[in-house]
């Protein structure tokens, strides 16, 4: 099995003359093109430019490897280019600061073809380059033919002897680049050669174009001393190494300092993988926050009580949905009516939707109960969960029910923020402190903890939180219900920009309570917060569509065009993390013109009359929108704010980038 069904003699240039990079990648891609592994060149080269923009593509010994993936690529293949003057860092960016760039492989890679041959041969390719000998003698040919006849040969890299079984250290490692090809290979290679050098064991897994590579056995991971992440994308599969140590760095790391990646693995992690763990090994593996600074654990607690009671939002803001979509649409009733005492009894399914509407009441009822508990648990772990869940019970108002008082002001979310972690740290303080006889043990948590645990929630709610926070909401209350204009537009504004500033962080998810908590009290519509959910996904999914009608080429890379359909779509589910590579990627450009976006479309939306009261910002929730006019209005102009915004800045910058290389 050789390399020169991948390329042609055609495609090899040597002794060549150019004093800069764009026109060295342009002149490659033309012969590619010419030589038809390519149906658009310009798509390709744009490919190739935004890679050069994510990372530096020069290595080490005079060697570059630029490479691009991309639809317009029809076969995989390279082209090879040796210069007769070297190219210093100024002129082309490399890993070693004193590499000065002769030798250039330009790799095309299809965007769909994982598991092709050609692929993997591309794969032995980059790992090939790795070894001295062969890349000098690609230097020194002096000749087209004679540089062909060198990729005659088995291009099998050998395996390093640090994988031995015998190794007293043992270390793993994840390599993964944008493209799957180039780095991901090269970095693996990299680190087995250190790893050998230092008499080290390791295994490399590699998640590139082929998928998962040399997979990593729950046996290694059991003997492995850590684990080292090279890697440009999201980790696969990366709770299994819940509980190892580890390092965590861009995939081209490895190329130039594996040794020391490696010795700081082992003496200096950046921390334990996180994942999930039994309530039984809770206090083993997580220290039940011990380790942990006070303003962390706080944030993990309104985290996790968060993340639980998101999916009571959805089922309550569903079956509410369904309902008077029925209701109304179905049945052609009065909205207004669908509660009324009058269908208790009425039979068929006027009823079924009446009692429906309830539960979907009742389903809201339990929002803060939930929230409470779960932000307990993050504490002090199930023996928070009584005391927070009572907790959460005062703040809904639930108690007023019971004890039948009608105009009591709960004290909503931010009594179940209070009572929902007191109860944690009160849970746990009683955990720790009461030490009972092996013979009673049991009675502490079955018992003990959570008796008194609630006894003392009680005592807080009723003489400092209830009083507290109950009179705090209603002077919010009243405050809110009176801005009229301009202060409910700031309202709006606000909302708005802390849901679009983290596409489904620990902001969004703040401001996303906050609004809930005004809502359900029907104190302020969630209009702001809905139309913030949607906007950012369905904006930045519109730049990649219309990015080549607009400026006539493409201003994103291919993955970020593939993740951008995806965006589109899942922003119609009001599913906002579908733009999370966008921000990720960008973050400096693209999370200002998300939350100028949604705050624009939000404000637009509300000055022009929408009403949205239910949480349902998906597209089966428009139909409940009061003005959808004025709604659609609103997200048009975010939307197509966030899409131009995007695309001419980022054209700006490309265009900026081609005069720097005097393209």
Same mark, same amino acid.
């Given at each position: 099995m050789n390399l020169q069904c991948m390329t042609q003699p055609e495609l090899i240039f040597t002794g060549q003359h150019f004093t800069n990079k764009t026109d060295i990648l342009n002149h490659l891609a033309e012969a590619l093109w010419g030589q038809g592994y390519l149906n658009d060149k310009q798509l390709?080269?744009?490919?190739?430019?935004?890679?050069?923009?994510h990372s530096a593509t020069g290595i080490e010994r005079g060697l570059a490897i630029p490479h691009g993936k991309s639809e317009a690529v029809k076969?995989? =293949? %390279? +082209?090879v280019m040796t210069l007769d003057t070297p190219l210093s860092g100024d002129s082309w960016a490399s890993l070693s600061p004193d590499n000065q760039v002769e030798l250039i492989i330009l790799l095309a890679v299809p965007e769909t073809e994982a598991g092709d041959l050609h692929l993997k041969l591309l794969g032995e390719f980059s790992k090939r380059l790795m070894n001295k000998d062969f890349t000098d003698q690609l230097k020194r040919a002096g000749s087209p033919e004679k540089v062909y006849s060198l990729l005659d040969q088995d291009v099998t890299a050998e395996r390093n002897a640090a994988t031995a079984s015998d190794a007293k250290t043992f270390v793993l490692?994840?390599?993964?680049?944008a493209t799957g090809i180039a780095h991901t290979y090269m970095a693996a290679e990299a680190l087995n050669k250190a790893a050998g050098e230092m008499g080290i064991g390791i295994h490399v897994e590699k998640q590139g174009a082929n998928g998962i590579e040399d997979r990593i056995t729950p046996e290694m991971i059991q003997k492995a001393d850590g684990i080292l992440f090279a890697v440009d994308t999201k980790v696969k599969e990366k709770e299994r190494f819940a509980g190892k140590p580890y390092v965590e760095v861009k995939v081209a790391e490895p190329l130039k300092n594996s040794r020391q990646l490696i010795q700081t693995l082992l003496d200096r992690p950046q921390g334990i993988v996180e994942g999930e763990s039994t309530s039984d090994d809770f206090a083993k593996n997580s220290g039940a926050g011990k380790h942990k600074t006070v303003k962390e654990e706080l944030t993990t607690a309104v985290m996790t009580g968060i993340s639980y009671m998101i999916p009571m939002l959805v089922a309550g803001g569903l079956m509410l949905g369904i309902a008077k979509l029925v209701w109304v649409y179905a049945l052609g009733m009065d909205p207004g009516q669908i509660g009324d005492e009058l269908y208790k009894t009425s039979g068929g399914i006027t009823q079924f939707i009446h009692y429906l509407d309830g539960f979907g009441s009742l389903l809201f009822k339990f929002v803060y109960p939930v929230f409470a508990m779960f932000a307990a648990y993050s504490i002090s772990d199930r023996l928070g969960l009584v005391? =927070? %869940?009572?907790g959460g019970l005062f703040s809904a108002g639930l108690h007023y029910t019971f004890w039948g008082i009608n105009g009591g002001i709960p004290s909503g979310f931010l009594g179940a923020l209070v009572l929902g972690i007191a109860a944690g740290y009160i849970s746990r303080f009683l955990n720790e402190k009461i030490k009972l006889p092996k013979n009673f043990a049991a009675m502490k948590p079955m018992f003990l903890?959570? =008796?008194i645990s609630v006894f003392a929630i009680f005592l807080?709610?009723?003489y400092l939180v209830d009083p507290v926070f109950g009179q705090l909401n209603l002077m919010m209350a009243n405050g809110i219900k009176s801005m009229s204009g301009t202060g409910q537009l700031?309202?709006? +504004?606000?909302?708005?920009?802390a849901t679009a500033f983290d596409l489904g962080g620990p902001v969004n998810k703040a401001a996303g309570a906050i609004a809930i908590g005004l809502a359900s009290d029907q104190v302020f519509p969630l209009t702001p917060r809905v139309l913030a959910i949607v906007i950012p996904p369905i904006g930045l999914g519109l730049a990649t569509m219309l990015d080549r009608f607009v400026v006539k080429r493409r201003v994103f890379p291919a993955d970020l065009r593939v993740v951008g359909g995806t965006s589109f779509l899942l922003g119609f589910l009001a599913i906002s993390e579908g733009a999370l590579p966008f921000m990720l990627r960008n973050p400096l450009i693209t999370i200002p013109i998300n939350m100028i976006g949604a705050i624009a479309g939000s404000c637009i939306a509300v000055a022009l009359g929408a009403v949205q009261w239910l949480p349902l910002p998906a597209i089966w929730g428009w139909p409940l929108v009061e003005n959808f006019a004025a709604y659609f209005i609103g997200l048009a102009v975010g939307t197509l704010f966030i899409a131009l915004a995007n695309i001419f800045i980022r054209y700006w910058l490309i265009r900026k980038e081609e005069k720097k290389q005097g393209l």
């Open positions: 390709y080269l744009d490919s190739v430019l935004q890679r050069e923009e076969k995989a =293949g %390279f +082209a490692a994840i390599t993964s680049c005391s =927070g %869940f009572a903890v959570p =008796g807080l709610n009723m700031t309202l709006s +504004a606000v909302i708005a920009a």
